[in-house]
């Protein structure tokens, strides 16, 4: 009976023991696991030593948003001849994604906003929209520029504004 005891004793202590170790080590991988789904917040100061910033004749990151799924940039792009558009855009951008990928580890899907300025009442307006990702970024050949075709590369390619045999673009 003592010895029913003495097993009481030190055994209970012991599963007791066992089982809040495994409790909280539980926890603890469940904290961790909400800590790795939350973003990494992205700012525009983080952004703008990359992108620039845009205004008047200078083009360059506007604004950004982040979600939980992507990082939305508008980015403003000063261009006075908009029939060269894609080449220039091209130039002007595929550097800075490389770039901004190489320095932004956390970085994977950005939609991008490509405003151009106007002649209206409005300084600029949308002209076209893109997504690129980790991947894409990574598998581009950014430094051949002549061979890229930029808007082949990225994704889900939109454009708001149309341009008429004139030049000039249509809302």
Do not use: H
């Amino acid at each position: 009976m003592k010895r029913n005891k003495k097993i009481q004793t030190f055994v209970f202590p012991l599963v007791l023991g066992i089982l809040l170790v495994t409790f909280f080590s539980a926890c603890g991988s469940e904290e961790k696991l909400e800590e790795e789904k939350e973003p990494a917040l992205i700012s525009k100061d983080m952004l703008v030593p990359v992108l620039g910033e845009g205004e008047g004749s200078v083009s360059g990151l506007m604004d950004v948003e982040q979600t939980a799924e992507e990082l939305k940039i508008s980015y403003y792009f000063f261009i006075e001849d908009m029939s060269l558009f894609d080449e220039e855009i091209e130039r002007d951008l595929a550097p800075k994604i490389q770039e901004m990928y190489r320095t932004i580890p956390e970085l994977d899907r950005v939609v991008f906003t490509i405003y151009v300025p106007t002649e209206d009442v409005t300084p600029y307006k949308p002209y076209v929209s893109f997504v690129i990702t980790r991947d894409i970024a990574e598998e581009t050949d950014w430094m051949n520029l002549m061979e890229l075709d930029f808007f082949g590369v990225v994704m889900d390619v939109k454009y708001f504004l149309k341009m008429v045999s004139s030049g000039n673009l249509v809302w």
